[in-house]
């Protein structure tokens, strides 16, 4: 019996060692945390950012001369009006690294008047600069990383004129062995986000580790606005995977469903670029998705509250395109300032419903159809978790046109892939 209560004691010991280092383990990290000062960074995302980046069409042949046409684009197409800002260059905007400076500079044959000049053309079209670096080692597409050089980069980034960073993890410490990894990722972004901070630019600090780290937890504190939620998506439908790139915009989907409640004004769940007109074209491939895919995309982007970064040749985009990214009653949702993210409130058969709060006591429902035949689906007000005794006015907002009023139920023929979208508001 002795013995017995002797190893009690002793295990009990053992134990509240074990977690008295754990909780200060986990209070170190929250007082680091709390030293980020992210007020001033959140006001740089009241809504969710909107631009364009260079990975889906360009790769690695990103250049000033794309990056200059690109931004004259958003000008000529309007897309500038309709509320698109940052024009990112992703990978492969590099030189190199001095060996004597230590400093970051471009490709010299792609890049040839430099990152300032490119800024200051950017700046002079009322637009911003974003450009790309990892918080490892190497980059994904193994350029030089801002591993030991946070401070360095950052302070370059700023003199150069940036106004976004987005941030990858490939080759990271703890990108092999996945040990603490959770605590690596939060020191490495931390690192960078102070940097970018110290600077006393304001840059959006976008953060790319894909989601393992659960980043929608620390992403804000360590002063990111935009987090990925997934690995990249690439011009799919359907690619299931997620556990590596790529993945198709369905899996995007589902991986943001459970997510809503870690989005808001200052910082953003990010799954992914839009894939919308890249057609199979550009640097990176999946077959292609059809137009009606393509506005579900945006139309669920839009439901989501998420990043609308574009991910085509915006110099040459078809009237369809066109129709999708320009359509300022979509975008409308997307930047609806209470910042919800929607969520599933119905799901039958293939046919989902998607419900967002929007101000103004109005609300955003979505009608997506995930079969790959046609369908009718028809929604009573009880069933997607509405008042069964109110009445409602609809809003078409792909058909530019009112869908009913005085509605007890909402009722859309889907093809294939298709989603509708309607503004709901109180029938007068
Ligand atoms: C990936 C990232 C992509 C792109 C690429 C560049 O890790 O998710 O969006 O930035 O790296 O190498």
């Known amino acids: 019996m002795r013995q017995f209560k002797t190893r009690i004691l002793f295990t009990s010991i053992i134990v509240s060692i ?33 631009g364009w980046n260079s990975w889906n069409p360009f790769g690695e042949n990103v250049s000033e001369q794309v990056i200059r046409e690109t931004a ?19 990978d492969y905007w590099h030189g190199g690294r001095d060996s004597v400076t230590g400093l970051l500079y471009p490709d010299p044959k792609r890049f040839p008047s430099g990152i300032k000049a490119l800024a200051d053309y950017v700046h002079s079209k009322g637009l911003k600069l974003g450009i790309y670096s990892d918080a490892g080692t190497k980059t994904c597409g193994e350029m ?38 959770y605590k690596m990722a939060i020191k490495r972004y931390k690192a960078m986000g102070d940097a970018l901070k110290a600077t006393g630019r304001p840059i959006l600090f976008s953060i790319c580790e894909w989601g393992p780290r659960s980043p929608w937890l620390w992403g804000k504190e360590v002063g990111g606005q935009m987090w990925r939620t997934s690995y990249d998506i690439h011009d799919f439908w359907d690619m299931p995977r997620n556990e590596t790139s790529p993945i198709g915009i369905l899996t995007s ?16 769940n990010d799954p992914d670029m839009l894939v919308v007109g890249l057609s199979n074209t550009g640097f990176i491939k999946g077959g292609g998705c059809n137009d009606i895919e393509y506005r579900t995309q945006m139309s669920m982007w839009c439901m989501f509250s998420a990043p609308l970064m574009m991910g085509c040749d915006v110099r040459n985009m078809n ?35 998607w419900k967002k709060p929007l101000s103004g006591d ?11 035949t046609d369908k ?53």
């Open 253 to 268: 989907i589902d991986v943001m469903s459970d997510l809503g409640r870690f989005s808001g004004p200052g910082g953003w």
């Open 376 to 428: 009718t689906l028809t929604a009573a007000w009880k069933e997607i978790e509405l008042d069964s005794t109110m009445r409602y006015d609809a809003y078409d907002v792909w058909k530019h046109a009112t869908a009913g009023k005085g509605l007890t139920s909402i009722s859309s023929n889907l093809k294939p892939h298709e989603t509708n979208v309607y503004v709901l508001t109180v029938s007068k």
């Open 18 to 50: 074990f977690l008295i280092n754990g909780c200060s383990e986990k209070a170190k990290i929250e007082t680091d945390i709390k030293t980020v000062d992210s007020a001033t960074l959140s006001n740089l995302a009241r809504t969710p950012p909107m």
């Open 319 to 353: 009237e369809a395109t066109k129709t999708i990214l320009l359509n300022k009653e979509i975008i409308a949702i997307d930047q609806d300032p209470l910042g919800k993210q929607g969520f599933r409130v119905m799901r039958k058969d293939g046919l989902e419903v």
């Open 362 to 372: 109005r609300l955003a429902i979505a009608l997506f159809n995930r079969n790959s």
């Open 144 to 181: 030089p990383g801002s591993y030991g050089y946070e401070e360095k980069d950052a302070k370059q980034f700023a003199e150069w004129g940036i106004d976004f960073l987005k941030y990858d993890y490939c080759f990271c410490p703890d990108f092999v062995s996945w040990n603490n990894d």
């Open 72 to 90: 004259d684009s958003f000008v000529s197409t309007g897309l500038k009006d309709a509320g698109f800002t940052y024009i990112v260059m992703d």
